[in-house]
């Protein structure tokens, strides 16, 4: 069985783009999570997927930040007008339940220009 | 406000020592604690876990204590390897929220032949 993964592993861009992150979960996973890691830093939580619904999008730090899960599955986060301070590794982990152990995958190293 | 603090906050150790890290929380109210070890350019790897009743955890030469009275934990590696050279992130989940994890900063350990 296939873990957490994450495309691209690394995305370098310039300010004022937009990116779009990808995670697929493990197979059967119904939650899903978004995380961004600073340099030197744990993991901050952004956003908590149960299926296709974000349960909990607490840890958006603006409107620049969205994530989709159409389908249950595979999700993608957003980010419009990329800042140099968005610059960090962005986590995803899936679980079998809202309860369940998180799986995380290698991350996405994202440098802002 | 939830926290998870950890120290020291780097070190480095000869290969076959033992070293134990440490963790206060603030997290409430408290459902579990976790030790993630996270390699360089990885996802983090769960080690243990640990619920309110748990006072300890070995996971091989890994072994965790919780003191839920003073919101402690510390986690112990006997014999360190070369390969124990990670980030290892202390993670507590708090009651009813959905699983989000609240991490800590991390101990950077470096594990020197």
């Known amino acids: 069985g296939a873990g957490v993964s994450q495309t691209p592993s690394n995305k370098v861009t310039e300010k004022g783009k937009y990116v779009e992150l990808r995670c697929d979960p493990i197979?059967?996973?119904?939650?899903l999570y978004w995380y961004r890691q600073s340099l030197g830093q744990g993991p901050e939580f952004l956003i908590y997927?149960?299926?296709?619904?974000?349960?909990?999008d607490s840890g958006l730090p603006n409107d620049r930040f969205f994530a989709v899960r159409p389908e249950g599955s595979v999700s993608t986060l957003k980010i419009q007008r990329t800042e140099r301070g968005d610059s960090a590794v962005y986590l995803c982990?899936?679980?079998?339940?809202?309860?369940?152990?998180?799986?995380f995958g290698p991350g996405t190293r994202l440098t802002v220009l | 406000k939830n926290q998870v603090e950890q120290s020291p906050q780097s070190l480095i150790i000869l290969e076959g020592k033992n070293c134990t890290l440490q963790?206060?929380?603030?997290?409430?109210?408290?459902?579990?604690l976790r030790w993630y070890k996270q390699d360089t350019g990885r996802g983090p790897v769960s080690l243990t876990i640990?619920?309110?009743?748990?006072n300890t955890k070995s996971n091989g030469r890994y072994t965790a204590t919780l003191d839920a009275d003073t919101k402690q934990s510390s986690l112990h590696i006997t014999a360190s390897q070369l390969s124990d050279s990670a980030s290892y992130i202390c993670?507590?989940?708090?009651?009813?929220?959905?699983?989000?994890?609240?991490f800590g900063t991390g101990t950077l350990l470096a594990v020197q032949p």
């Open positions: 982990a899936s679980s079998s339940s809202s309860e369940g152990e998180q799986f």
């Open positions: 197979s059967g996973h119904t939650a």
């Open positions: 997927f149960q299926g296709t619904g974000a349960a909990d």
């Open positions: 963790c206060n929380y603030t997290v409430s109210p408290f459902s579990n």
């Open positions: 640990m619920t309110f009743s748990e």
């Open positions: 993670v507590v989940s708090a009651s009813g929220a959905t699983n989000k994890l609240i």
